[in-house]
């Protein structure tokens, strides 16, 4: 079957696999986050401490709870990825001075040196994912769009 006339079908059918927007986006999520894997591995860091490595490389000094709001993830999901990245000496846990409930996550001496080394991999990533600026751009700003509205039918269903 031709590769344009099978296409063609998929759309006829509301219930073809490739035809899924919800698999589209698994098989390319985990692909993207394949792709990371060699680029972090030397940093010693996965893909999930990474996200956290990049909201504290952005602000420095953030409480496990504003991590977790940040990257959408539940706090008891961060603890343990902030407890690898502490074993690694690139974050300290401190219990806030104004409020012993909060652990607050910064950046040691070691962990803001390796943003230096962190910030060749947005290009590297374009590079092993075939994108120049403008299309990473571009899809940014679609997912940006798909979040908003997902955030907003959750909130419909509230």
Not at 1 to 27: G, H, K, W, Y
């Amino acid at each position: 079957m031709l590769e344009s006339q099978r296409s063609t079908e998929q759309l006829d059918n509301p219930l073809a696999l490739e035809a899924q927007i919800c698999f589209a986006l698994a098989v390319a999520s985990r692909g993207v986050i394949g792709a990371y894997r060699s680029v972090l591995e030397p940093l010693g860091l996965t893909h999930p401490q990474y996200l956290v490595m990049l909201a504290l490389w952005q602000r420095e000094r953030l409480p496990v709870r504003e991590i977790a709001r940040l990257l959408r993830l539940e706090p008891a999901t961060v603890s343990p990825l902030v407890k690898r990245l502490e074993a690694l000496d690139y974050v300290t846990k401190t219990r806030s001075g104004s409020d012993e409930r909060i652990v607050e996550v910064t950046l040691t001496a070691t962990g803001r040196e390796l943003r230096r080394t962190a910030e060749a991999i947005p290009g590297t990533m374009m590079a092993k994912l075939g994108m120049d600026v403008d299309g990473v751009r571009e899809l940014h700003a679609v997912m940006q769009k798909i979040i908003a509205s997902v955030d907003a039918a959750a909130e419909a269903d509230d």
